[in-house]
């Protein structure tokens, strides 16, 4: 059983910053992982939409809005997945979302990652300005 399980939610100020982690239960991450991991958001009223991804040759892309501000990473020991998020905007706000492909053929992109992955429970973001 894959689990995935968001953390480091909360309620920021324009300008800060946040660490969001994604821990990935019932998988051992290794050098012979072939994955495709991502962080989606949704606001409400709004469309889901794709913000990070990153696969297990360390090839990442990034949606143009948090480009240069988020930056998507993973500590295989720990089996976690992060979004280290900084300069925030009140856009910003929304719930978060990580999402896991664990045997993963092709190019790793939010519309590749979206159908037939795991997904996290979800851990909500909220900027103020």
């Known amino acids: 059983q894959v689990q995935l399980v968001e953390s480091g939610g909360g309620s920021v100020q324009a300008g800060g910053s946040l660490r969001l982690s994604c821990k990935i239960s019932?998988?051992?991450?290794?050098?012979?992982?072939?994955?495709?991991m991502g962080w989606f958001r949704q606001a409400p009223g709004k469309e889901r939409e794709g913000v990070a991804t990153?696969?297990?040759?360390?090839?990442?892309n990034y949606a143009d809005a948090v480009k240069g501000r988020f930056t998507i990473s993973t500590d295989n020991a720990k089996n976690t997945l992060y979004l280290q998020m900084n300069s925030l905007k009140v856009e910003d706000t929304a719930m978060y979302y990580c999402?896991?492909?664990?045997?993963?053929?092709?190019?790793?992109?939010?519309?590749?990652?979206?159908?037939?992955?795991?997904w996290g429970q979800g851990t909500q973001v909220t900027v103020s300005s």
């Open positions: 990153l696969d297990s040759d360390g090839n990442t």
């Open positions: 999402a896991a492909d664990l045997d993963f053929l092709g190019l790793c992109t939010a519309d590749a990652l979206a159908p037939l992955t795991y």
């Open positions: 019932g998988y051992t991450f290794s050098t012979y992982s072939t994955y495709c």
